[in-house]
């Protein structure tokens, strides 16, 4: 019985040596400064398409009794954009962009075109509470934002205090 044909010059070479296994590349973060701008514009555009919803809503009625769903949307969106474009950019004058478009969005609501359309009337008490209820959180969330920038923690004496 006879085996395989060895050439003798393969078998006296030494193995090669095994190349390495490729690496999957590495995730990166994406830098600090496209956040910032991505968190921006994300809550720029949420504060402009709630804001356009809650005009929407301004005059909506379940019969012939008004609900208040205009001014909550106001409230609980305000604060929580401001809230995520804070928490994304890590910037507070940032974080106030958003309430500054939504606020844009009410005036031109208010305002009439030149058809002759008009979204919030001068009756509407529901729009005027919309306005203000939005624009109050908008303040509540700035003036937070604002105070705890302020703050500064109490100095300790030198050798004194927990280590």
Known sequence: MTGPVVDPEVE???????????????PREPPEWLLGLGGTVVGLLAAVVTGVVEALYAPLRIGTV?????????AVFNILIIWFTYRVTRRRG?????????FAVMIAAATRTTEGDLLFTGDDWMALVTIGVGTAAWVVAA?????????????????TGVR
């Open 12 to 26: 006296r070479s030494e193995p090669s040596p095994r190349e390495p296994e490729p690496r999957e590349p590495e």
């Open 66 to 74: 008004r609900v208040p769903l205009s001014p909550v949307l106001a």
């Open 94 to 102: 940032l974080a106030l962009l958003p309430g500054l478009a939504w």
């Open 143 to 159: 003036y937070r934002l604002i105070t705890t920038a302020m703050r500064v923690p109490p100095r300790r004496p030198p050798g």
